[in-house]
């Protein structure tokens, strides 16, 4: 016999780290469906980067922080490439669901996406 016990990460962006398929839709713009690129943040634990959020550029990348307790993203406001985006979610391996806003000078944008696992 043998018992096995199964941990949580000890740093919960590692279960976040792969490819990923934006699919939601933004008031007024329309719909979303790129695919992003999450990595881990080398030097702050419980940290992602989503490269591609909301643009599909993947030189277009917002930070993420994960609250291990509730399963929560937060994305604190942040300019990227001109415009500000901030928002909220959840998550788990394998799904992320973020309600979001994009607000520049051209662009005033509430989104809500889900990310889904390509690998």
């Not at 279960?15 to 030097?43: R, W, Y």
């Not at 030189?59 to 399963?71: G, H, L, P, Q, Y």
């Not at 490439?81 to 394998?94: A, H, K, Q």
Request: net charge neutral; charged share 20%; hydrophobic share 35%.
């Amino acid at each position: 016999k043998m018992k096995v016990t199964i941990l949580p990460y000890a740093n919960a962006a590692d279960g976040q780290v792969g490819l990923f398929k934006e699919q939601g839709v933004c008031n007024p713009s329309g719909s979303v469906g790129d695919t992003v690129d999450v990595v881990k943040d080398e030097t702050i634990v419980n940290k992602i980067r989503i490269k591609g959020f909301w643009s599909g550029v993947w030189s277009n990348a917002v930070d993420a922080f994960m609250n291990t307790t509730n399963k929560t993203l937060t994305i604190p406001a942040q300019n990227v490439n001109g415009v500000t985006i901030n928002g909220t979610g959840t998550y788990d391996d394998d799904v992320m669901t973020i309600n979001y806003r994009v607000k520049g000078f051209t662009v005033n944008d509430t989104c809500s996406s889900t990310l889904t696992r390509i690998r």
